[in-house]
């Protein structure tokens, strides 16, 4: 035996041919073969091992798992093969395992971190994300995605719609092109650009919770067209409907949809009141000041924790009516502004707000056409207020005596921890100042962060 | 600007790399663009950190107890510094990253402006075109009116003319107007076009960055993780070659003390060599002695054993012999014991028998004084019967004889009581003299007369007043020294009236006698006064508080306890009164004759002690009264306490004798018998002689002169009578007269009686 333990590797490297007739095969020379647990002395395999071949080869008709033993379960399902129809699987396989190997097979590139570490949830959203990217309204029928509601269901919690496709195109339609481009949003006539109707799926979801759509299509190339990015009014009513029935929706997210004023309204009109949204972001739209005050509206008549409308067209008076929301609201802690107009007016009364809110923590308003009066109502804020951890104010041409009146307020600050302040104009004394300051803060948040670990140990 | 960036952002990075040097350090700076400069600071740095270590080094000497403190601190200080430096690495680089975003989103609100400000214009332009466009517009269509007028073709023909080129003018405006915008158009587009090669290459830029700052980021973080690791070796190292030395040194030690114990132990191993040896051979010589002396030894025993030998068999011969006679003799005290055996049994019977009789004879005797005591106790039953009867038939005879007494004391009385109203009558009436009562003193008395010892006041009385009287000390004195003569004037009254009338001498002597008691009291009482004079109440009164204090053992317990609640001085009222009785003192007498003895008494032991002969003899007694009285003034100097006793016993040695002798006599008076009867006889005399021999003599010439008297009174009123008579019937006369006169038979007469009869007494 142990000669041919020796001669095992020098077996191993050269080709079998090249050895002795008798050993063809250099397994069959060696009587034990250590590095494969399969192995066995037995020539004829356990009966067991031959049903449960038999198991695998047949599951699709015969899916027998659970009566199974736990060890043969997962000789199962290692050997099950991730091509199996899902109607079969979806609610019979929990192994995590063979989804990994689906997912795989399918995407090759895959971050489970994202998927809250679940293979499973994982396959089964990029599966329906696909399913509803790859929908054309009146060419693809309803049923592919209904028919995936009951096996997806129960792991779907997330679903990051990338891209909606619009409906094929009819030759009339593409001489109405010309107007398409130039003609309000309204003018077009509806059921030719529809989307997707959420309207079907989103009740049914009984496990979502957030929702990322972009009314958009990937990768368009030269056949760009206006009217593949169109959000009708039409899909707004639908996805609105859609979304006031998804009773667990928590996380909620259009952005480059084009929404206006109007579309913004009737979202918001269906959002009011609902259980569980906690955040909305409607970035890189096209709301106005009404939209604003709609979303003002909405502030105080949900939980909203974090509001993004950032890249938009609110102005003055929307700001001032989501200023007037935000003193009255004690849920949002992040409000994000980011690219808009508001001006001084907006500026001044969201500062003003923030006088009475107490807990907001988040601020974001750069690049909103600020100058030195906003500053010192904000330096107002940074000595009252001691629940804002967090503010950006870059882009906005607070210019010297602005900064230093913001550096005034800053010193009488303790709970800043960030401040942005680029590209303001500022001077650089104050700058350094602001950032001292801020860097004090943060040292001791960091200190107490530190204390408070210790004494949790 | 994007070179330029990138360029700060790496300077930037080297710096926050770097970051252990003081930021505010002025001088040479590690960013500079001189690579001398450069060099020159990193040096300065190099010797400010060493400089920094050598600081703490002393510092660490300085406060070497903080020690292992501090050094437990400088991996956590590094620790604390790198995760410091990775914020600061982080945020600026996030900065870095994020300066793209910031740059883009100026560039956007100001592409926004400047769009929302070429829409303005282009607004206004527009207006302005159609403004114009609208003039000419109008212009063109009044023309139109004006042509429409014109009716000479030429003229028509040059209006439309004009007209076409007015039109002509209008689009060619329009046109350009539209030639305008759509270079506008294409300007934006261009721009559109640039702008989006712009963001790719910020995107390409944020990329890179990203990129550059996870490398920097990783590599920082590793130095970071390198220098920490160091650190922590370091302390690891310091530990182990301090613990390395300490184990080494402990190692040291024990190698050397064990050293020491081997060398010890040899030492000692050695030592007791040479000791064994020297016992051994001082054994071997002592065994070689002890050998040679045992043998002679044993020589010496068997030539003893030999000699005990042969002793041994004399012994048992004899021995032999007197075991012999032994044995006869043994056998000869068996039967000796035998026979005394018997006897004893005999005796014993004997003894039985007489146990027995002695037995009955005890119940017999038993029996007989259980009679007797029987007998005893019925024979004094008897006896107190008989007493009891005795007693009260003496209290019968007694009560009987002062009836009779009464009776006849009342019968007396209200004889005497006649005779003299009788008198006073005499006296009075007959002899027209003012009367006199005489003094009849017994009249006063009821009852049977009573013995003279009834009067005379008991100890306890007097001890009373005593402890009254010390109350109201002077005062009381006083008070008895008037009673005196107060009692005194008692007799003198009564003498008064036996001086006047001699027939009552007698009794009046009586009545003295009667009153001998008051006189013998009155003269106690002088006596007592006279004590008063020599012992004072106020130290009669001290000495029976002395006495009531020292001769406490005489009162019985049960007494204090039930006096306790009381005043005081009726407490030592009630004490004095138990402890006189205890002593046998009876009457207030016997007090004062305590007193004096007791003065008496600390007087001769006075003396006795002070030796004075000179005035013993001399000094009269009253002289020594006096001075006794003046030495006893002063309470303080009162018999001693501790005397107290002494004195009583010697007291009751001398006075309580006489008593014991007198004792046998009381019981025999029975409290009745003591009557005696030598007075009544006098006070019945004196009561039957209440009328005296000359009142007698007196009413016997009286009786005489009333005879007399009273035989002419009777015949004065024979007289009276005769008289009387006499006229009863010269009334009666009369009466017929009348009769006669007023019958009718004289009015048929002629001439009427009445008529003669008035004739008649005239």
Known sequence: ???????????????????????ADPRKMRRIIAEDPEWSLTIVPLLSSLCLQHIVINFEEKPILEELLPSHKDYVLERLSPSLPLQVTANLINDEGYWKRCCKQRWGLCDVSSYGHSWKRMFFERHLENIIELFIPDATDPKTVLDMVPLSRNYVKRLDISQLLPPIKEPQKSEDDDNSDSASDMGMDGPSIDHFDFGILLDKMSHLEELHVVYRVKGCGMNFEWNLFEFTFRDCESLAKALKSCKTLRVLRIHQSKVDDEKCRQLVNNLLDHPSLRELNLSHNLIG????????????????????????????????????????????????????????????????????????????????????????????????????????????????????????????????????????????????????????NQNQAHRKRNTQEINTK | MCRSEVISLRKKMS????????????????????????????????????????????????????????????????????????????????????????????????????????????????????????????????????????????????????????????????????????????????????????????????????????????????????????????????????????????????????????????????????????????????????????????????????????????????????????????????????????????????????????????????????????????????????????????????????????????????????????????????????????????????????????????????????????????????QEAGVGPEAGVGPDAGVGPGAESPGLAVEVYESGAGLESGSSEVEREGSGGEHSGTVSVKTVKKLLELLCDEAGFLIESKLLKLLSPLEKDEQSLMKLDSIFTAMGIESEEDVYKLADFFMKYRQTQGEQAQDVSAKEGVASPQAERGEHTSSCSPTSDLIHPNDVLVALRAYTAHHCRPREVAAPHQPSMLGLGGRDDSEDAAYWEAMADVIPEAKLKIWGALETALDKYHIVLTERSQFITDTQSLKQQNTELRMLLHQYVNSRVNAELEIPPTLVMQLAPE
């Not at chain 1, 001077?427 to 001292?436: K, L, N, P, R, V």
């Not at chain 2, 294409?186 to 990129?211: F, G, H, T």
């Not at chain 2, 040194?249 to 040896?277: A, C, G, I, S």
């Open chain 1, 1 to 23: 035996m142990t000669a041919t333990m020796s001669k095992s590797p020098g077996v191993g490297m050269y080709p079998p041919v090249a050895k002795l007739n008798l050993a």
């Open chain 1, 289 to 440: 000041d009404r939209g604003a005050r709609a979303i003002g509206k909405l502030l105080n008549r949900s939980k909203l924790e974090s509001l993004t409308v950032y890249d938009n067209n609110i102005r003055g008076p929307g700001a001032q009516a989501i200023a007037y929301a935000l003193a009255k609201n004690s849920s949002l802690l992040s409000l994000n502004l980011r690219l808009n107009r508001l001006g001084d007016e907006g500026g001044q009364a969201i500062a003003q707000a923030l006088l009475k809110n107490r807990t907001l923590e988040w601020l974001h308003l750069g690049g909103n056409e600020m100058t030195e009066p906003t500053a010192t109502v904000l330096s107002q804020v940074l000595v009252q207020n001691n629940t804002l951890r967090s503010i950006n104010l870059s882009c906005n041409r607070l210019g010297i005596d602005g900064g230093k009146v913001l550096e005034e307020g800053m010193s009488h600050n303790s709970s800043m921890v960030e401040c942005d302040i680029r590209l303001t104009e500022v001077g650089q004394e104050s700058d350094y100042c602001i950032s001292q300051v801020v860097r004090n």
């Open chain 2, 15 to 478: 710096q926050a790399g770097n970051l252990r040097e003081d930021t505010e350090e002025a001088g040479p700076s590690v960013d500079s663009e001189n690579p001398e400069e450069r060099i020159a600071a990193r040096r300065l740095r190099i010797a400010a950190r060493n400089e920094a270590k050598k600081r703490q080094e002393l510092g660490d000497n300085s406060h070497e107890k903080k020690e292992i403190k501090e050094e437990t601190r400088k991996s956590q200080h590094q620790v604390e510094q790198s995760e410091k430096r990775m914020i600061k690495l982080q945020s600026d680089g996030t900065e870095l990253v994020t300066n793209i975003q910031v740059a883009a989103d100026s560039r956007e609100s100001q592409r926004r402006a400047e769009l929302e400000e070429a829409h303005r214009h282009r607004v206004e332009k527009l207006e302005n075109e159609a403004k114009s466009s609208l003039e000419k517009f109008e212009e063109i269509t009044r023309k139109w009116t004006v042509a429409k007028m014109k009716e000479i073709p030429q003229d028509l023909r040059d209006s439309l003319n004009s007209q076409q080129q007015l039109c002509a003018l209008l689009i060619e405006d329009k046109n350009k107007l539209i030639h305008e915008l759509q270079q506008e158009i294409k300007l934006s587009d261009d721009r559109y076009v640039k702008d989006l090669k712009k963001q790719a290459e910020d995107v390409d830029l944020m990329i890179e960055r990203m990129e550059d700052q996870v490398k920097f980021l990783m590599g920082s973080y590793r130095d970071e993780l390198d220098q920490i690791e160091k650190s922590f070796e370091h302390e690891r190292k310091i530990l182990l070659t301090g613990n390395r030395t300490k184990w080494e040194q402990h190692m040291k030690e024990r190698r050397d003390k064990e050293l020491e114990n081997v060398m010890q132990r040899m030492k000692r191993v050695e030592e007791y060599e040479v000791l064994l040896q020297q016992l051994r051979t001082e054994d071997a010589e002592e065994y070689n002695m002890i050998k040679i002396k045992l043998d002679t030894d044993v020589q010496i025993l068997e030539q003893q054993l030999q000699q005990m030998k042969a002793t041994y068999q004399l012994n048992q011969e004899k021995l032999e012999y007197n075991f012999q006679v032994l044995k006869k003799r043994d056998e000869e005290n068996t039967i000796t014991k035998s026979q005394q055996k018997r006897k004893i049994t005999r005796l014993q019977d004997v003894v039985n028998n007489l146990k027995i009789k002695c037995a009955n004879q005890e119940k017999q005797s038993r029996e007989e004084n259980q009679n007797l005591t029987d007998d005893y106790t019925r024979i004094m039953q008897q006896y107190k019967h008989m007493q009891k009867k005795m007693r009260h038939f003496a209290a019968i005879d007694a009560k009987t004889f002062e009836e009779v007494w009464l009776m006849n004391e009342e019968e007396v009385k209200a004889l005497v009581e006649k005779a003299l109203d009788t008198d006073r009558l005499v006296h009075e009436q007959q002899l027209g003299l003012a009367w006199q009562r005489p003094p009849l003193a017994f009249m006063e008395r009821c009852g049977p007369l009573q013995p003279q010892r009834q009067a005379q006041k008991t100890a306890h009385q007097a001890i009373s007043e005593l402890l009254r009287l010390g109350c109201s000390l002077g005062k009381g004195k006083y």
